[in-house]
């Protein structure tokens, strides 16, 4: 070996020279093309709304608006699916007067005691409503106004107290799409808008702005457009109770001021008020509310799909996706997540079907009273404290997520609600001792669907019952 012979200088092989410019060249065309589908990528997720079709200003077809969106428009055809089940919810039609059959003697006289189905995904919205057992000839068109894209454009059309104060059979022919794009876009920009007056009118009752909404709200207030309690004023021209405040006891205020009743209760001839389904009201007690969490947030978390990242459009129960829905802000694990909803909502479930089980048993406490021949001037005290646990009651129970949007405050509602109940039932043990009765009235067993409407029906009959016992004469 040489040891000392200086190194000859390195000579690269030909082909070297010629192999690396090609390699560096083919390595730029590559990173070119990468770089060139990222932007394309890019543009395509935040794609202002330069429409590839223009979408006309009221178009109610959801399918016209899926062209421009694909991604969108198929996520939202997904609300299709009704088979799907949680603890409490999922989109499958549950029979509610079937599992809890304390709500034939709660709701009797009224629609609901005909037919009570959990509700499913939007895309059924137009089917459900024109099917529903619960419409008659009498049903105004207001009906239509939580159901169709078609209702912003009528409205446009007609003015909003024209639409409602017509019956819901006149639009038969001229409503033909469910909840879709148009009640939540403006075609043009693809901005979030309120496309219900009432929900603006509402906010201009509290003495607010909503065009002056931030843009996190809106992703809730598109929802609190049909998401909310609402009621029919003159000539059924639709109206949210909220110029007291949201609170259940400022909307129970609201109707308590106007002397609003939705039905005399047959049983108990109490003037009830239905609840219809406050979400966005509940929700807004909530810690989530609080810390600026939105509907859309959970429901409509954010899905990716070759690259691009886009708001999935299948609004659905959050527990059917808890990985997007709420594994984005809560790192514990999907089953965790679960375990906690679903012992807040037993916890709740429990607290709301003690109370139903007294204002049952309130009602027919008070026609047992009525029996006996105890005056409307004793009862209507009574009565209004069974008006007033109803509608707690209702508050909570008509609104969707047993308690999921608002554990505390829904607990403490369902609180308030079995004792006012419990309140007017001993009132009633009070009247009747003073007339030398101890009995308790004979109720029907409530935990059978079939008993409770035979009850009901019997008591509403020519030849009604006598529900003291000794008093079969009375
Ligand atoms: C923190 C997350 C979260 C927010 C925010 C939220 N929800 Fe929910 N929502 C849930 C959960 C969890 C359920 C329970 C689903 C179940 O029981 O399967 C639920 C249930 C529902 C349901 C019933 C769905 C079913 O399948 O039973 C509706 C309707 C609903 N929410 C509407 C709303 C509206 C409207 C808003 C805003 C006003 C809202 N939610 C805000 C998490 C949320
Ligand atoms: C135009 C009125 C309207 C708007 C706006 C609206 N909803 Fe609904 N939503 C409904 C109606 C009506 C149903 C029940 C449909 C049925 O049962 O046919 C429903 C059903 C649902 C369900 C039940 C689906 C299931 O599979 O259980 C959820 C969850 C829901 N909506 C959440 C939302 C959220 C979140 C928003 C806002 C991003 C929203 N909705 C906006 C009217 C509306
Ligand atoms: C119930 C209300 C609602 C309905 C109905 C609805 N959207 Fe959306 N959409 C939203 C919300 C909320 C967002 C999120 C917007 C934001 O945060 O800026 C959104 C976002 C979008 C975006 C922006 C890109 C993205 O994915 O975030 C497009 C495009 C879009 N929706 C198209 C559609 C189409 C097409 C339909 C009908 C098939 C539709 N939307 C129906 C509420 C709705
Ligand atoms: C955008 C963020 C965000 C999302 C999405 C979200 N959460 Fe939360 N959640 C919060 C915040 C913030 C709190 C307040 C407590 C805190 O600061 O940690 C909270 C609190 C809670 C609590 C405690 C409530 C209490 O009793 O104090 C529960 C339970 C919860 N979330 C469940 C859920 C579930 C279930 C989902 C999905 C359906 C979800 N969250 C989605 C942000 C979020």
Redesign the pocket.
């Known amino acids: 070996m040489k040891r000392n012979e200086p190194a000859a200088p390195t000579r690269w092989p030909v082909w070297v020279g010629p192999t690396l410019f090609l390699l560096t060249a083919a390595v730029i065309v590559l990173l070119g093309l990468l770089a060139f589908s990222i932007v394309e990528r890019r543009w395509e997720?935040q794609r202002p709304?330069i429409a590839l079709i223009p979408i006309a200003e009221w178009e109610p077809d959801?399918a016209v608006?899926?062209r421009?969106?694909p991604?969108?428009?198929e996520s939202?055809?997904r609300t299709r699916d009704d088979t799907t089940r949680t603890r409490y919810g999922g989109g499958y039609p549950r029979d509610y007067l079937e599992i809890y059959p304390h709500l034939t003697i709660l709701y009797a006289g009224y629609g609901f005691e005909r037919e009570y189905l959990q509700g499913r995904g939007?895309a059924h919205a137009y089917d459900d409503v024109v099917n529903t057992r619960r419409r008659d000839e009498h049903t105004p068109a207001t009906c239509w106004t939580c159901k169709t894209t078609d209702a912003p454009r009528l409205i446009a059309e007609m003015g909003a107290a024209a639409f409602y104060a017509a019956p819901f059979d006149a639009f038969l022919d001229r409503i033909r799409h469910p909840?879709?794009?148009?009640?939540?876009?403006d075609p043009a920009t693809?901005?979030?808008r309120i496309t219900r007056p009432a929900l603006r009118e509402a906010f201009a009752a509290m003495g607010r702005d909503i065009d002056a909404a931030t843009?996190q709200e809106?992703?809730s207030l598109?929802?609190a457009q049909c998401h909310v309690e609402y009621y029919f004023g003159e000539d059924n021209y639709l109206i949210f109770p909220w110029a007291r405040g949201l609170r259940v006891e400022q909307v129970l205020a609201y109707f308590d001021d106007l002397g609003f009743s939705d039905w005399i209760h047959p049983i108990s001839e109490t003037p009830m008020l239905k609840v219809q389904h406050p979400d966005y009201e509940i929700y807004a007690m909530g810690i989530h509310a609080y810390r600026n969490v939105?509907?859309?947030d959970c429901h409509?978390p954010?899905r990716t799909e070759g690259g691009v990242?886009?708001?999935d459009?299948h609004?659905q129960s959050p527990l059917l996706n808890i990985a997007s829905s709420c594994g984005v802000c809560h790192r514990w694990s999907e089953d965790e997540i679960r375990v906690r909803v679903e012992s807040i909502q037993d916890a709740v479930h429990e607290a709301k079907l003690a109370a139903e089980d007294v204002i049952a048993r309130a009602h027919i406490d008070i026609a047992a009273a009525m029996q006996v021949g105890i005056g409307d001037e004793d009862l209507a005290p009574l009565r209004q404290l069974v008006r007033h646990a109803q509608f707690r009651w209702d508050f909570v129970a008509s609104n969707n997520g047993v308690g999921i949007h608002a554990p505390q405050e829904c607990t403490r509602i369902l609180g308030d609600s079995r004792s006012l109940a419990q309140e007017a039932r001993l009132g009633v043990a009070r009247l009747l001792a003073a007339r030398g009765i101890a009995d308790e009235p004979r109720y029907p067993d409530l935990s059978i669907r079939e008993a409770a409407q035979a009850f009901v029906r019997a008591l509403r009959s020519d030849d009604p019952p006598a529900l003291l016992p000794g008093r079969e004469d009375g």
């Open positions: 997720t709304a959801n608006w899926g421009n969106y991604r969108q428009y939202y055809l939007h909840i879709g794009c148009q009640d939540c876009h693809m901005n979030l843009h809106m992703r598109v929802c939105s509907c859309a409509m954010y990242k886009f708001t459009h609004i």
